[in-house]
């Protein structure tokens, strides 16, 4: 006879069909990564034998397969029946005197080893859970903080009535599994005290767009369910996986998350629990703790090099689960399975875009999944109970969702929740089937209607919205398989990180603009010289808007440095290695006034698009403070986040000198040119850098030409009038000689140069102008990237050798 139980130090992966994905994972880890220093809790694991051995004591195959075969399976109308005749089955029967013994020494181990007052981890294994193709995610039950060994033999006892669940019937029937196929196996985990520190989930790639050199953490105080079920925002962490072992700051993205609840022990109680689940609590979490990051930085690089070194092991990206003894402060792995939804996706050949095409009253915001719009009628239910009450494609709004809703969400075309995290159940089963999802809204529940229709737009990044009334949107395909690579590269503009994963996946050249003003505008809000002065702020309204923004930094200035460096990283990590060319910021003073506190320290201009902005601007003493904070925050990402293939750009350079200065201004700040590779830029957009673009060759490493700037001061035109609209021609052949020249000495002198502009995807001449003359790269904003690519590409084809000197032409 095949063994009841086995320690962790007997199993392996190769026990998969005994103990299950779950068991059989912790074993090996126990065994092959525990020695490299990868913490594993001990523990041990009942067998599927044991199961079998109890189904068999207790004649239950038959009468097991007797009510599940009553089961409609075509509309589930009597699944909470079937479940529930299964569980009473299961807890009706005793155990076999066999399997309690087992399990008694199975205990007796772990307490010799870990002392008697140890509290254990009781979690159920399916012997077809955790398989690259099935998550079965959250489908059977955990139990936490369970003591002695009756108690234990009753949570041992509810984990095989849990293969029987409404949920894991469902899923089984789902996903083609065999009902009486599939044996549960227990694990038995000496308990990591995570509700005196914290737990959450790590991904080994981006859970979201499969970006696969991102290390995705999430984590809340208290014990892991919480973060397992959604029922907190966690704080989130993404970790750049190449430079983990290179750089002391690898972390690229920090989000602070509300974590209202913190899962703890209830007091131990004498003798036998009624439920296992009677051992642990929901408690509030203290606001002063909601504030607090549940990781410091170096156990968030710790954990991404477990992860790294799981995914590894196993050869395959990793969904895994940890949590932090509040007694040692070590940090654990409890659990890992293999990513089962974009690793197993094929990798799209067809890029879809959605693009709303008119805007509703926002009802609430999230966490965004998926990168689609969809719109339907909004149900909100309160419990799983009202599975009837959603119709196929409606919209499902509720505070949170757990196992027990997975029957349901397959209907949904949309789950919008209140509670939980990118790294959450809803989150998980969300991408499964393949829903839109807004999750963590916080407000969900109150500002929608029941019965109203709504539109739900993941479009936009990260962050999900849903709008009131269905509103019309266009969807976009476009096959990159039919796609060729034209020789002259083709990059993107881009100044979302939230975005910048998903667009990493277009066949592109790297980014030849990244707009630092996106980043300030949305990321910091604040103007950069009211954080170095903020004493010198007047304005009390505004101080407290500052305060409450960067309450988490003593000291204020780290907060620009730290969100720009931030912001900049993940998206130079999600092209890297390929050139990222972050352009410094760009605002005109009345721009910057519009920053909280900008206000105060900005000049009154009657013309601020030709007046202190630019190269101008960051040596005079109105914004020298404010640059330095902006070169501080690239040295960050160059020098500490190790992303080398960040290259600086100036913008709006009037003269040689002027650069000459900026360049030993950049240098006193950290960012030497030509130190560890470091190229900077300029802009081409006054008449003067093309005129002596020779001259400013010496000083910069490359050129961007931005078309619209060059062709408002050659034609003394302002490109945000209307009634000149007629004049203003990126085709004026003044414009045009100004680019060649450009162009000419670019090449004369081996200087890089490329354009920014909406008009080489607009107009196919256009780009076959600047092909002719041959520049070296053209960046396109997304939405006109694959235009701009054959636009490209036809110039090219038409263009025979020797023939990259052309006259300039005209429309």
């Known amino acids: 006879m095949e063994p009841l139980i086995k320690l962790f130090n007997e199993i392996s992966y190769q026990d998969l069909e005994r103990v299950g994905g779950k068991n059989a994972s912790l074993g090996e880890m126990y065994n092959q990564l525990n020695p490299e220093g990868i913490r594993v809790p001990d523990g041990y694991a009942t067998t599927a034998e044991a199961y079998w051995y109890f189904l068999d004591h207790n004649n239950l195959r038959e009468q097991l397969e007797e009510v599940l075969g009553k089961l409609d399976t075509e509309k589930f109308s009597n699944l909470a029946e079937i479940g529930r005749k299964c569980r009473e089955l299961i807890l009706g029967s005793g155990f076999p005197e066999e399997i309690r013994q087992e399990v008694e020494r199975g205990y007796a181990y772990l307490t010799s080893s870990y002392g008697d007052a140890i509290s254990l981890a009781v979690r159920s294994s399916a012997t077809a859970e955790d398989l690259p193709t099935a998550s079965f995610a959250g489908q059977l039950e955990t139990y936490l903080n369970v003591s002695g060994l009756n108690n234990l033999l009753k949570a041992c006892h509810y984990s095989y009535a849990s293969l029987f669940t409404d949920r894991a019937i469902k899923y089984r029937v789902d996903n083609g599994f065999e009902h009486m196929q599939v044996a549960l196996s227990v694990g038995v985990q000496v308990m990591v005290r995570a509700d005196l520190a914290c737990s959450g989930v790590m991904f080994t790639l981006d859970p979201d767009t499969g970006f696969e050199n991102a290390i995705v953490i999430s984590g809340s105080w208290g014990l892991g369910e919480n973060v397992v079920q959604g029922a907190v925002n966690t704080d989130e962490f993404v970790v750049f996986k190449p430079m983990l072992e290179k750089v002391k700051q690898p972390i690229i993205s920090r989000k602070l998350g509300s974590k209202a609840r913190t899962m703890v022990y209830a007091e131990q109680q004498e003798g036998e629990l009624q439920n296992p689940t009677d051992a642990i609590l929901n408690l509030d979490t203290p606001p002063e703790k909601q504030e607090q990051y549940v990781l410091q930085d170096a156990e968030v690089v710790q954990l991404a090099r477990w992860g790294k070194r799981i995914e ?377 850098n093309a005129l002596l673009a020779e001259e400013f060759a010496e000083i910069f490493d490359g050129f961007s030409i931005g078309s619209n700037d060059l062709t408002q001061l050659t034609l003394g035109a302002d490109r945000d009038s209307g009634l000149l609209s007629d004049i203003f021609s990126p085709f004026d052949a003044a414009v045009q000689q100004l680019i060649v020249i450009t162009l000419q000495k670019a090449k004369q002198t081996g200087t890089k140069v490329g354009l920014c502009g909406q008009a080489p995807s607009d107009y196919p001449q256009y780009a076959a102008f600047l092909v002719e003359h041959g520049i070296d790269s053209i960046s396109f904003n997304p939405d006109a990237f694959f235009k701009g690519l054959e636009n490209m590409l036809q110039a090219e084809q038409k263009l025979q050798p020797g023939d990259d000197q052309a006259g300039y032409f005209y429309a």
């Open 312 to 688: 590894e092991h196993y050869k395959q990206p990793m969904d895994i689960e940890w949590a932090k003894d509040g007694e040692s402060d070590d940090l654990f792995i409890v659990q890992a399975r293999p990513e089962t939804v974009q690793s197993q996706r094929k990798k799209e050949a067809v890029f879809t875009e959605y693009t709303l095409k008119e805007k509703g009253k926002m009802l609430c915001s999230g966490i965004g999944l998926s990168n689609r719009i969809v719109s339907g009628i909004a149900r909100i239910l309160h419990s799983p109970d009202e599975i009837n009450k959603l119709q196929e494609g409606e919209v499902l709004v509720t505070r949170k969702t757990d196992p027990d809703w997975d029957p349901i969400l397959k209907k949904a075309s949309a789950i919008v929740t209140e509670q939980g995290g990118r790294t959450s159940h809803a989150a998980i089963v969300a991408r499964e089937v393949g829903a839109v999802a807004v999750l963590g809204t916080n407000n969900a529940t109150q500002t929608i209607q029941d019965g109203q229709e709504v539109t739900v737009s993941t479009a936009g990044g990260e962050t999900g919205y849903v709008y009131e009334g269905r509103l019309a949107w266009e969807e976009k395909q476009t096959d990159m398989s039919k796609l060729g690579r034209p020789r002259t590269k083709a990059m993107l503009i881009l100044g979302d990180p939230e975005q910048a994963f998903k667009y990493s996946f277009l066949p592109n050249d790297g980014v030849g603009l990244m707009r630092m003003e996106f980043i300030i505008n949305n990321s910091i809000q604040i103007h950069p010289m009211a954080l170095k002065h903020f004493d010198k702020v007047e304005d009390q309204q505004v101080r407290e808007k500052i305060e409450q923004l960067t309450h988490h930094y003593p000291n204020k200035e780290d907060y620009f440095v730290d969100k720009l460096a931030e912001a900049t990283a993940v998206i130079a990590g999600a092209f890297y290695p390929k050139d990222v060319i972050v352009r410094m910021s760009d605002f005109k003073s009345n721009e910057y006034a519009n920053l909280l506190g900008g206000k105060q320290f900005e000049p009154d201009e009657s013309n601020p698009m030709i007046g202190l902005r630019g190269a101008s601007r960051y040596y005079h003493p109105l914004y020298q403070e404010g640059f330095e904070l902006e070169c501080r925050a690239m040295r960050k990402v160059r020098h500490d986040m190790g992303l080398t293939n960040v290259k600086l750009m100036i913008p709006f350079c009037r003269t040689v000198e002027e650069g000459r200065q900026v360049i030993a201004l950049m240098e006193k700040y950290g960012l030497k040119r030509g130190s560890d590779g470091l190229e900077i830029y300029v802009m081409v957009e006054i008449p003067s």
